[in-house]
């Protein structure tokens, strides 16, 4: 910012901005409420597509309609006016996106071609069918009027966009938004379970193509006003956002319109703010970035989340550890009894233990040590002594003999029941316990409640033979 | 219809970019991975923009290069996405293409609008302004068919110096792991030769129609015959008689079927990649429902019988 120049340009930038957002002009707004009703019609819709592992779909069924385009124009200038019907060129496009989405499927019930290449396929070869038509459509010899210009159908223009188009598409994304609705139990099974829902006797086949009708007709709606490439990005873009947020079928659905919604205003603002930004593009881009961040903060999948999980998980571990060998300490000990009628009500706890010798056989350091113990010591689970000295709460050893019993009855039931050596036992327990709790060890405790009689602890089964 | 140069030229360079599509191809369709193609002849875009700008030109190989670093970039997206998100594999390319394909797009609207990137032009493909050109200014041998030969020539030696790690990483990379035939290298070897067929390709046949000649062909082979060698032999005669028949019937007869059927008068030729897409189609259906009829009564020999239980499944 040391020219003056672009000073200049900064601020018209900012007052381009505000203006946009403030009062956008007629234009503007036409062009806001058609890319923000499509944006939201298309997240929805993408999250059954996403569902379903076939997000790429919407690919196929903008890229197959360019043949159905080319031929209704062609008979529409033989047997009707002539010129571009946008009528026309939608019924066309509607009957070869259509016709796409049903070669997907038949290759795939005819042969052992996957997914990825049936829906490749239909897909590049209609498109080279339009690209045919599209050549004869253009050619001399015909010379029809309004042929010039007919590929760009595909790439949409937002800029251009007319009230009546935007009108169009806030009908159609509400047309789509309300059929789902009506069927939203429907289809959410259709997305999980076909065969449950065919089971139930509902009419699954009818529910998909009336899925994919909906589908087909917001894609096709889009593709004449934003382009193929912005539709198809409307389609995958929000729902794997969402997902990165939340599990729950109706959240995602939710976020998905929201992240559609919101991306498009954005990219339409963008566009209309920087000189020469296509909005197609800064639409994708905007929705791009929304996924980003989502992929970092999302609650969910997001990378915080995640690393959040994994530090409380090993925090919590480490506890477990630290309380169960103090307890194996009292063990040996011997102050501890091994069998019913346990007494810790008395003096038990008042022994004061060595963290830093009890832990000497772990490699922590030192300082890890101490987090270790001063959180439990927050938790009221022990109580810091003199040096490096601890002594056990009465809830502390209770947690403590839970925690041991867990340990050493699943390391019992590894041992008999997983043939797994003792001498390795203790390792492979040491890695699984993030999955075993109280209830697992109740259950394996019942497993054995023939042999461990009233024992509330079983002895460490690798180091056998000494609860006899 | 009168044959010359330029026709002999076109048929050539038709066939011998339709046969290099064919070899990254079958590996594509085996680890199901079709639709990477596809990304990549969108995820190009960016990569041929800062080529450009990096270059100043529009013919060097610094678009090539920018090109298939793009391809591979979108590739490497993809896979990441899947892995540290868990985005479902085709979300993941949905993902990654359609934003690199858009950073392109504004990139050279932005920075490069003088230079006439048509879109028309790199979607659709022109193989006869590519050797028309050519012929015109002295004869030889057109360029384009030069980088057909080049591509087919760096893919059957790829194919053939890789057969073994490309097998084991197509249908177990986790074995190929123990066996060490580096299933990543080997994978990220397959998606450098992906991109620099679908950009060598689609200067002549149109980024989309690329991907008619990488996977059709193979997947028609696919359906006849089960052992890889034979199914890369089978892909690539495929691919020539497609493209053979494609380039024969583009030269009127399709054009005018067309034009007739709807009451027209002739037009000339058409669009050679949209008519060898439209034959490797035909070929498809064909060879589908001919294996279908077969199939529906099997002769009762021993050899049949396990296609007959796979159908009844």
Known sequence: ?468 | MNWNIIDTWLLVTASLIAMACVLPGVFLLLSRQSMVAHGIAHAVLPGIVIGHLVSGGVETPALLTGAIIAGILCTVFTRFLHRFSGVEEGAALGISFTTLFAIGLIMQRLLADHVHIEPSHVLFGNLETAIFQVILEGGGVPDAAWRGLFALAINLVFVGFFFKELTITTFDAAHGDTVGARPRLTYYLLMAMSALTCVIAFEAVGSILVVAMIIVPPAIASLLTKKLKTLVALSLLIALFCAVTGYLLSLGFLGDTISGAMGFPKVGSTNTAGGISVVCGIVFVVTLITKKLANRNPPHTPGQRHDTKKENE
Not at chain 1, 94 to 113: C, F, M, Y
Not at chain 1, 430 to 440: A, D, L, Q, V
């Open chain 1, 1 to 468: 910012m040391n020219s003056p120049d672009s000073w200049i340009l900064a601020s018209s930038w900012l007052d381009r901005l505000i203006e946009a957002v403030r009062s956008p002009s007629y234009n503007l707004k036409v062009i806001y409420l058609g890319v923000t009703s499509l944006g939201l019609a298309a997240g929805v819709c993408g999250c059954f597509l996403l569902f379903r592992k076939r997000s790429l779909l919407s690919d196929t069924i903008g890229h197959s309609t360019l043949p159905g385009v080319c031929i209704a124009f062609l008979l529409y200038a033989r047997w009707g006016s002539g010129g571009k019907s946008f009528i026309a060129l939608m019924i066309g496009a509607l009957i070869t996106g259509w016709l796409s989405v049903r070669a997907v499927q038949w290759i795939k019930n005819n042969s052992k071609i996957k997914e990825d290449a049936a829906l490749a396929i239909p897909l590049t070869v209609l498109y080279g069918l339009g690209v045919v038509l599209l050549s004869v459509v253009q050619d001399s010899n015909l010379n029809l009027q309004g042929s010039s210009g007919l590929e760009y159908y595909l790439f949409g223009m937002v800029a251009s966009m007319i009230q009546a188009e935007a009108i169009m598409l806030a009908v159609v994304s509400l047309g789509a938004l309300t059929v789902i609705s009506l069927f939203f139990k429907e289809l959410n099974c259709l997305s999980f379970d076909e065969d449950f829902v065919a089971s139930q006797g509902l009419p699954h086949r009818w529910l998909d193509e009336v899925l994919m009708l909906t589908c087909l007709t917001v894609t096709i709606a889009g593709l004449q006003t934003v382009g193929l490439l912005m539709i198809m990005a409307a389609f995958i873009i929000p729902p794997a956002t969402a997902r990165l947020w939340t599990d729950s079928m109706p959240w995602t659905l939710a976020i998905a319109g929201f992240v559609g919604a919101t991306g498009a205003l954005i990219g339409a603002i963008a566009s209309a703010v920087i000189f020469r930004l296509p909005a197609g593009a800064a639409i994708i881009l905007a929705s791009a970035l929304l996924f980003g961040f989502s992929m970092l903060f999302g609650s969910r999948k997001g990378w915080v989340v995640r690393q959040l999980k994994v530090a409380r998980l090993e925090k919590r571990l480490s506890e477990n550890q630290l309380l169960r060998d103090l307890f194996d300490r009292l063990e040996a000990q011997q102050k501890v009894r091994l069998l019913a009628g346990l007494d810790f009500s008395s003096d038990l706890a008042r022994v004061s233990l060595p963290v830093h010798d009890i832990l000497k056989d772990r490699d922590w350091s030192q300082r890890k040590e101490r987090s270790v113990a001063r959180s439990l010591s927050r938790q009221n689970l022990l109580k810091f002594k003199r040096g490096d000295f601890v002594r056990l709460t009465t809830q502390g050893l209770e947690r403590a003999i839970e925690v041991a019993r867990t340990h050493r009855l699943t390391e019992l039931y590894l041992i008999e029941h997983a043939d797994v050596a003792p001498a390795r036992v203790h390792q492979y327990v040491e890695k699984i316990e993030e999955i075993t709790g109280p209830e697992i060890a109740s259950d394996i405790h019942q497993l054995f409640s023939n042999e461990l009689e009233q024992a509330l602890i079983p002895a460490e089964p690798h180091r056998g033979g000494d609860t006899s």
